[in-house]
């Protein structure tokens, strides 16, 4: 209230002033957040989801305390925004973008409807400084690193990965995304046939 009564005291020509500064804020802000808004809409997401999307962004390893903090809300209202039917939604067409993937995106959407909130949310906590690469060189036998080549991440941190194990080998599926398995089954599942059967040969020679 106090910063109420300190604009009725202002000159009118400076309340003027006042009042057309929020309003240029209003339209900058409106204007500033409308493409996003659209491109969000189309995924049944909304400006809330703007907001965690965008410090989640910019900080990769926040913890979901840290982002409640920031956005000043419970973490009943956060998994309202994360809700595992908005993200299979949202996840589908980024993992399965091509008009004859509609089945994927449907089976995707319906999946991830059915995931755990509570277990989601638990899950970016915990995962938040969480890693093995330092015991990476633990693991002698054989193994098989697979990777999409338009992964999240790049194909060069698999190769990192394979560099620290002993004894792996990398396959890198074309034409692929986060969902290997799904979008390209036949090939995942000879690559898999491959190095078992070399494997199994290398075992029987020894």
């Not at 004859?100 to 899950?123: F, H, I, P, T, V």
């Not at 999240?152 to 792996?168: H, I, Q, S």
């Amino acid at each position: 209230m106090s910063d109420v009564k300190a604009v009725d005291t202002l000159p009118s020509s400076h309340e003027d002033e006042l009042r057309q500064g929020i309003e240029l804020l209003f339209y900058a802000y409106r204007d500033f957040t409308a493409e996003p808004d659209a491109m969000l809409a189309r995924y049944g997401f909304g400006r809330a989801h703007h907001r965690v999307i965008y410090f989640v962004g910019r900080h990769p390893h926040m913890s979901v305390s840290e982002l409640l903090g920031i956005l000043r809300i419970t973490k009943q209202s956060l998994a309202r925004v994360l809700s595992p039917s908005a993200i299979g939604k949202a996840l589908g067409p980024r993992l399965f973008p091509k008009p004859e993937q509609g089945e994927l995106r449907q089976k995707m959407a319906e999946r991830w409807a059915k995931n755990d909130k509570r277990a989601y949310l638990a899950s970016f906590d915990a995962i938040v400084g969480w890693g093995v690469r330092e015991r990476l060189s633990r693991i002698t036998c054989p193994t098989l690193v697979v990777s999409a080549d338009r992964d999240y991440t790049p194909v060069a941190l698999k190769e990192a990965y394979v560099k620290l194990l002993p004894d792996a080998r990398l396959v890198v599926i074309e034409d692929s995304r986060h969902a290997t398995p799904l979008d390209q089954p036949q090939r995942f599942n000879q690559t898999l046939l491959d190095f078992m059967t070399t494997v199994d040969t290398t075992t029987q020679d020894h």
